[in-house]
């Protein structure tokens, strides 16, 4: 018995959809979840001294991928920990440039700064980041191909114009609000 058009046309696209790499995806090798991430980039990290394991780490997560202007591919990955014993919390923020054998090959603190996204050499952040080693602020940072943080400099939202959100979940949807 012949299998109706509809449900194998819908089960094509499925397989596409659920095969297929983004349009515009680096072909790089992909982490298959948190856990897998951070058993294998925690440790590496803990051995390179990058993180104290005397302060309390409260986020690591892979930021993004940028690519150097000669090509090569670097993980960017954002870490926050949190000092312990003080009368206050305080926290150390920082973006950790990664290449491929998980070695660390610059970094620079964000204090309130977040990573949003990367586009081709260039990391942006939600907001300025001041480095004493380059000597100035900015919210748009570049890498070389030795993967350092070669250059701070400044995007404003306008600059953005073209950028799309990559969503991880459906968008919720909006409710109005009742009168108070």
């Given at each position: 018995?012949p299998?109706?058009?509809?449900?194998l046309?819908a089960v094509?696209?499925?397989?596409?959809?659920f095969?297929?790499?983004?349009?515009g995806?680096?072909?790089?090798a992909?982490l298959p979840s948190?856990?897998?991430?951070?058993?294998i980039?925690h440790p590496a990290?803990?051995?390179q001294?990058?993180?104290?394991?005397?302060r309390?780490?409260?986020?690591?997560a892979?930021?993004?991928?940028?690519r150097?202007?000669?090509?090569?591919?670097?993980?960017?990955?954002?870490?926050?920990?949190l000092?312990?014993?003080?009368?206050?919390?305080?926290?150390?923020?920082q973006?950790?440039?990664l290449?491929?054998?998980?070695?660390?090959?610059?970094?620079?603190?964000?204090a309130?700064?977040?990573?949003?996204?990367?586009?081709?050499?260039?990391i942006i952040?939600d907001?300025?980041?001041?480095s004493?080693?380059?000597?100035q602020?900015?919210?748009?940072?570049?890498?070389?191909?030795?993967?350092?943080i070669?250059?701070?400099?400044?995007?404003?939202?306008?600059?953005m114009?073209g950028?799309?959100?990559?969503?991880s979940?459906r968008?919720?949807?909006t409710?109005?609000?009742?009168?108070?």
């Open positions: 018995m299998m109706p058009v509809r449900p046309v094509l696209i499925a397989s596409l959809v095969v297929a790499a983004p349009l995806a680096a072909p790089a992909r948190w856990q897998d991430f951070y058993r980039v990290l803990v051995r001294e990058v993180i104290d394991p005397r309390a780490l409260v986020h690591l892979c930021l993004c991928e940028a150097s202007p000669g090509g090569f591919l670097f993980r960017v990955v954002e870490v926050r920990e000092v312990r014993g003080g009368p206050s919390p305080r926290g150390v923020n973006l950790l440039v290449d491929r054998q998980l070695k660390v090959t610059d970094r620079i603190e964000i309130t700064a977040h990573g949003l996204y990367c586009d081709g050499a260039s952040l907001r300025p980041a001041e004493p080693r380059l000597g602020e900015g919210n748009l940072l570049r890498i070389d191909d030795g993967g350092r070669s250059s701070l400099g400044e995007i404003e939202a306008a600059g114009e950028i799309r959100p990559v969503l979940s968008p919720s949807l409710r109005p609000r009742s009168a108070p």
